[in-house]
T-cell receptor, first 115, second 109 residues
Framework: TAGITQAPTSQILAAGRSMTLRCTQD?????MYWYRQDLGLGLRLIHYSNTAGTTGKGEVPDGYSVSRANTDDFPLTLASAVPSQTSVYFCASSDSVGHEGYGYTFGSGTRLTVV | GQNIDQPTEMTATEGAIVQINCTYQTSGFNGLFWYQQHAGEAPTFLSYNVLDGLEEKGRFSSFLSRSKGYSYLLLKELQMKDSASYLCAVVDSNYQLIWGAGTKLIIKP
């Protein structure tokens, strides 16, 4: 089934450790995004990539880094995790930056707990 | 700043009609999305409005008034499976999506 695969599904991480959340899509979408979703808040954009080889900062980029070496993969790295990074992380993709009404396709999410 | 406002929670009865409102103040406007998100799952696309008016899609309809910065999602013939959060998102002038916090809809038998 075409779509976005995120791994792991959930993780408990000790504060100060590093971790990479994986995201792979097979739809050949140009644009990819990482969001975090916290209770009572809307989805907040961490980083985005409009096309392979380029990345940009979103609303809440501090403490996170991304890379986009190819079209399909868009990993998110936490260099040194802190408890405030406890959240549900969603990866998403879209066919074009302008969306053209088709919106985003989301992965199933990674639930991360930093202790 | 940019802001999307939606009610936090609504309750409705199975078989009834419910309207979920969304107001927005954003830097530019290039369209408005509604997404459905069941608990513990990813958001899924429901509708997209870029012109004023009503877009109907089965039991769900979405309305937009750009001059008022206002949209609503109308759900008819409510079913228990419609219990979910409904997210409003606006595409701003930089083609970034600005998300509301979502409205949790509870359907009672």
């Amino acid at each position: 089934t075409a779509g976005i695969t995120q791994a792991p599904t959930s993780q408990i991480l000790a504060a100060g450790r590093s971790m990479t959340l994986r995201c792979t899509q097979d739809m050949r979408h140009n644009a990819m995004y990482w969001y975090r979703q916290d209770l009572g808040l809307g989805l907040r954009l961490i980083h985005y990539s409009n096309t392979a080889g380029t990345t940009g900062k979103g609303e809440v980029p501090d403490g996170y880094s991304v890379s986009r070496a190819n079209t399909d993969d868009f990993p998110l790295t936490l260099a040194s995790a802190v408890p405030s990074q406890t959240s549900v992380y969603f990866c998403a993709s879209s066919d074009s930056v302008g969306h053209e009404g088709y919106g985003y396709t989301f992965g199933s999410g990674t639930r991360l707990t930093v202790v | 700043g940019q802001n999307i406002d939606q009610p936090t929670e609504m309750t409705a009865t199975e078989g009834a009609i419910v309207q979920i409102n969304c107001t927005y103040q954003t830097s530019g406007f290039n369209g408005l999305f509604w997404y459905q998100q069941h608990a513990g799952e990813a958001p899924t696309f429901l509708s997209y409005n870029v012109l004023d008016g009503l877009e109907e899609k089965g039991r769900f309809s979405s309305f937009l008034s750009r001059s008022k910065g206002y949209s609503y999602l109308l759900l008819k013939e409510l079913q228990m499976k419609d219990s979910a959060s409904y997210l409003c998102a606006v595409v701003d002038s930089n083609y970034q999506l600005i998300w509301g916090a979502g409205t949790k809809l509870i359907i009672k038998p």
